[in-house]
């Protein structure tokens, strides 16, 4: 299957209007069972050239998007991430904490005449983040999704090679939380880490050595929007893909930039605003 290469179609619509701080934003870390979910929001220049490259992160190996984080970070006029702690993922649910880490990401860039999202419409958003549109497959068809989608990746692969570390056994440092049977045979053999999301049924299953197939969508308590979410994510693709977690707000920049600072256990975790 042809790989779809982002446009900057959509963008160069809301420049015409006036538009001249233009958000695309997007989200990882929807379906794995461990670690916060990470949300990234990148501003292009009006007028930009395409990074060449730059596509949905989920086609890209690790290496490439590497590569092409610095390059984003270096043209884009403004660039946040945000998260959503394992805490508050128990608390509100995947679909809320999704949308909280997105508006975290998208007060961090200063200002915003207009957001786009990847996904389908979310309720009320408008009355926390302005005026935005959501644009299915967002990560494959608008560039600044596609940017974002590559910043977030990043982050998180550098913060689980690091939680791999504290927590060696689980594999996270080639699994990086997704449902793996070593990953869910460590489970089973030394329980669970401050960093698994213990409201996920799927974790439950695997603690009471339930030999079903590891379904996160067959999970009878969730909504149909988190089953959306869930299955854009459960693809092969992504099995590099990394978790963000314990790091506040104001190290994620540092990480970004291969700082070396340490993470910050759960229960110091601060309050995100």
Same mark, same amino acid.
């Given at each position: 299957m042809a790989v779809i290469v982002p446009t900057l179609r959509h963008e160069r619509r809301l420049w015409n209007d006036g538009h001249t701080r233009v958000a695309g934003v997007d989200e990882v870390g929807v379906a794995p069972t461990c670690g916060a979910v990470v949300a990234a929001a990148v501003i292009m220049k009006p007028g930009c050239h395409r990074i060449p490259g730059v596509r949905d992160s989920?086609?890209?190996?690790?290496?490439?998007?590497?590569?092409?984080?610095?390059?984003?970070?270096?043209?884009? *006029?403004? *660039?946040?991430?945000?998260?959503?702690?394992?805490?508050?993922?128990?608390?509100?649910?995947?679909?809320?904490?999704?949308?909280?880490?997105?508006?975290?990401?998208?007060?961090?860039?200063?200002?915003?005449?207009?957001?786009?999202?990847?996904?389908?419409?979310? *309720?009320?958003?408008?009355?926390?983040?302005?005026?935005?549109?959501?644009?299915?497959?967002?990560?494959?068809?608008?560039?600044?999704?596609?940017?974002?989608?590559? *910043?977030?990746?990043?982050?998180?692969?550098?913060?689980?090679?690091?939680?791999?570390?504290?927590?060696?056994?689980?594999?996270?440092?080639?699994?990086?939380?997704?449902?793996?049977?070593?990953?869910r045979m460590a489970i089973r053999a030394m329980g669970l880490t401050p960093f698994h999301r213990r409201s996920f049924l799927a974790l439950q299953r695997t603690l009471a050595g339930d030999q079903l197939d590891f379904d996160l969508l067959g999970d009878p308590g969730a909504s149909s929007e988190i089953h959306d979410i869930l299955e854009r994510e459960a693809v092969p693709v992504m099995a590099d893909d990394a978790m963000l977690d314990s790091a506040d707000l104001a190290a994620l920049d540092l990480i970004l930039d291969g700082d070396e600072a340490g993470l910050i256990e759960p229960a110091d975790q601060p309050a995100f605003a």
């Open positions: 989920k086609t890209l190996s690790m290496a490439q998007r590497e590569r092409l984080a610095p390059l984003i970070r270096k043209r884009a *006029v403004a *660039v946040g991430v945000g998260a959503a702690s394992v805490r508050e993922i128990d608390q509100l649910n995947i679909y809320h904490a999704t949308h909280l880490a997105m508006r975290r990401a998208i007060a961090r860039l200063g200002g915003h005449d207009h957001v786009m999202v990847d996904g389908n419409r979310i *309720v009320g958003f408008e009355a926390h983040v302005g005026p935005y549109s959501s644009v299915v497959d967002g990560d494959a068809k608008v560039y600044s999704i596609a940017c974002a989608s590559v *910043v977030a990746k990043v982050v998180r692969d550098r913060m689980m090679t690091r939680l791999a570390a504290r927590y060696p056994g689980y594999g996270w440092e080639h699994n990086q939380g997704y449902a793996t049977l070593d990953h």
